[in-house]
């Protein structure tokens, strides 16, 4: 039998190509380009403004107060605000920073919207699917193209946040290894919300509908985090969220636990949008698709 790596790859291209198409690829990064550009131009800037900013007050005189400051006040931060006083604590406020939250959201919507309603709306879908292109061919490829861009969005991210915390006013007094955890915990919630996303939109024909349902459960699962934070015998309410696993901030310790952390936090969320993408998927290859209009 011939083992020669042409003979395996052409063994290999038919096996592959009813789960990826090279043309959808590049056509997705095309959709994405201007996205994924302001992002990256967005998040590769913002470490730099946010700690400096943050250098600018000396917190050395509100270390002892905000030790008095009672610890259901405390839950708001999910960390003490001792901590969050410190360099570490307030360059890991960065991660829950609307600039960043907002952003992956925006992102994981904004693709998993345009995934299969987005196009059916457009009437590009049934354009496409009338090439040789099958629909798992079509679901897989959008969805690797949207995890390789979060992928790539956080890569820039943590540089940013290395480069700032090891070049920065706070250099030499915080080590910037300890902020990988949290950056991982950025890139889970995006699959997850990413992964909810594709599944609405891959059982919806309208874009603005499955946005709307999205957005609906991402203020719902902001709420469920703060009643099961605040009130104590509805804490189970919290694990409903999402949000319940991304804590970025508690992902900082100098001690290490924070990739302990970051492992159960994101194997929950992956695991979630892991889940939904498949879901979605075995609802679009069986549904019908509406004509374009």
């Keep these: 039998m011939d083992r020669s790596p042409p003979a395996i790859a052409a063994v290999a291209a038919p096996l592959l190509s009813g789960w990826y198409n090279d043309a959808i690829w590049r056509k997705t990064w095309g959709d994405q380009r201007v996205l994924v550009v302001s992002l990256i131009a967005l998040w590769a800037v913002f470490p730099w403004l946010f700690i400096w900013l943050s250098a600018q007050i000396d917190m050395t005189a509100f270390q002892g107060l905000l030790s008095f400051i009672p610890k259901d006040w405390q839950k708001l931060s999910g960390v003490p605000f001792a901590e969050v006083a410190t360099p570490a604590g307030r360059v890991a406020l960065a991660f829950v920073d609307p600039v ?6 925006v992102f994981a919507i904004t693709r998993g919207s345009d995934a299969v309603s987005g196009q059916v709306e457009r009437g590009t879908l049934e354009m496409i699917l009338a090439q040789p292109v099958t629909r798992t061919a079509f679901y897989v490829t959008q969805a690797l193209a949207t995890v390789a861009a979060a992928g790539l969005l956080c890569a820039v991210l943590l540089a940013g946040v290395w480069s700032a915390v090891a070049l920065g006013p706070w250099a030499g007094e915080v080590e910037p290894s300890r902020f990988v955890p949290a950056v991982a915990n950025v890139f889970g919630l995006i699959v997850c919300i990413a992964g909810l996303t594709t599944c609405v939109s891959a059982a919806d024909s309208y874009r603005s ?3 709307g349902i999205l957005c609906g459960g991402y203020v719902l699962s902001l709420l469920a985090k ?5 009130v104590g015998r509805f804490e189970w309410v919290g694990w409903l969220s999402i949000f319940s696993v991304y804590e970025p901030q508690r992902l900082v310790g100098a001690d290490g636990s924070g990739w302990g952390l970051v492992a159960r936090y994101d194997g929950l969320l992956l695991g979630i949008g892991l889940v939904a993408y498949v879901i979605g998927g075995l609802i679009f290859v069986r549904r019908d698709l509406p004509a374009p209009l």
Excluded: D, K, P
């Design 100 to 105: 960043v939250v907002l952003a992956a959201t």
């Design 209 to 211: 509908r499955t946005i």
């Design 226 to 230: 703060l009643v099961g934070r605040f």
